[in-house]
């Protein structure tokens, strides 16, 4: 698997911007936001309505489908526009709307064959890559929270799964196991220390998917990458007021939400530090995520969905490890890296990370069942 082209000209770009400006004027293209997999951009406007959009390209080697996205998306966003028109809530909730080309199609290919695609920017709001305060935790957890209960009574069986096999645990051990045993890793101590890890955690991890599967756990709907930076703020009243990048919305477990969630939101190092000694699970943090995501969540949520909650988070922090080292081992295919050892270095922020929250057990288990 291998990263799209990087684009070739800003006239390429401005081309691609104008399908979907309309009759404004393109004043501004800026590279937005830091994701992983997509590339992103600002488009500014000369309009007093609509003062800018989003602009991406979606990475077809991940989502191969890409029009199945655009289907989930407007599906998903529409339930919930619907949803709050029905019912409206006391506080702003923003939801991000698809926008159309020229020729009223959700996405452009361009002559490259890329496939870009168009979202209305969130208005007076901002994100953070880490947590401010406490306050701001609860926040993040309560916008989780809203986006789970806004979806909560739309049929999993409504959207299409773009991203098959996207957080089920043994399924990335599989493929882990593939690429070792064609890879030769150097054997220095940061290798040994990863793959050790991984080693010992083998049969845990099919928790979730066991449970899932024994009917313990309720097939859902869920975000698929609800990091802190999807989540947007009001500048003015600081309220979390919308979820983005809806891209991995799909059939699954809302447990991998909350896990990823909690690992993105817990670690204040970051995920990208080098200091790993400085890498733990931040149980403040997590108390306040929960609590906020609770405060809505626990309309539909059951014993057995709380019970698992400490598993997911565990897991989540190990599983996206698993696949940088995977990734690493690899060749570097599959996330973007600045440098050789850049993947090997986020996997050992991430399995630092799970041993923070391995140590951390009972005190995660008594946050989620409302005990602390």
């Not at 955690?201 to 599967?213: F, G, P, Y």
Request: one cysteine or more; glycine letters at 4%.
């Amino acid at each position: 698997m291998t990263q799209n082209p990087t684009i070739q000209s800003t006239s390429n770009l401005s081309t691609v911007a104008e399908q979907f400006a309309r009759s404004h004027k393109i004043t501004n293209i800026d590279a937005f936001g830091n994701g992983n997999i997509n590339d992103t951009f600002l488009v500014s406007l000369d309009s007093p309505n609509q003062k800018h959009f989003v602009l991406q390209r979606i990475n077809t080697q991940v989502f191969r489908q890409p029009e199945l996205v655009m289907q989930n998306m407007r599906a998903c966003t529409k339930h919930i526009s619907d949803r709050l028109h029905n019912h409206p809530i006391e506080r702003r909730w923003d939801v991000p709307r698809v926008l159309l080309t020229k020729d009223e199609l959700d996405g452009f290919q361009d002559a490259d064959g890329s496939f870009w695609r168009a979202i209305s920017f969130i208005a007076n709001s901002k994100s953070f890559d880490t947590l401010q305060n406490l306050e701001q935790a609860q926040e993040i957890g309560y916008a989780l929270g809203m986006f789970h209960n806004l979806i909560s009574d739309l049929p999993p069986e409504k959207l299409a799964d773009t991203l098959e096999g996207f957080h089920i645990t043994p399924l990335y051990l599989q493929q882990y196991d593939r690429v070792l045993a064609k890879a030769s890793p150097s054997q220095s101590p940061d290798v040994n220390y990863c793959l050790q890890f991984v080693s010992d955690r083998q049969n845990w991890a099919s928790i979730l998917e066991d449970a899932k599967n024994q009917g313990k756990l309720p097939l859902r709907l869920m975000h698929g990458d609800p990091k802190i930076n999807n989540v947007m703020f009001d500048v003015t009243t600081k309220k979390a007021v919308s979820i983005v990048d809806l891209d991995t919305v799909k059939p699954g477990l809302v447990h991998y939400d909350i896990g990823d969630c909690l690992r993105s939101g817990c670690n204040q190092a970051g995920e990208e530090t080098e200091d790993w000694d400085s890498v733990r699970f931040d149980t403040d943090i997590c108390r306040g995520i929960l609590q906020g995501y609770l405060s809505v969540a626990d309309a539909f949520l059951t014993p057995n969905d709380r019970a698992y909650i400490y598993d997911a988070i565990a897991l989540i922090a190990f599983e996206l490890g698993l696949r940088f080292f995977t990734d690493y081992l690899a060749g570097n295919v599959y996330f973007k890296v600045k440098h050789p050892q850049h993947n090997l270095a986020r996997a050992i922020v991430q399995f630092k990370l799970t041993e923070s929250i391995e140590s951390q057990e009972t005190i995660i288990r008594a946050i989620a069942q409302d005990k602390q």
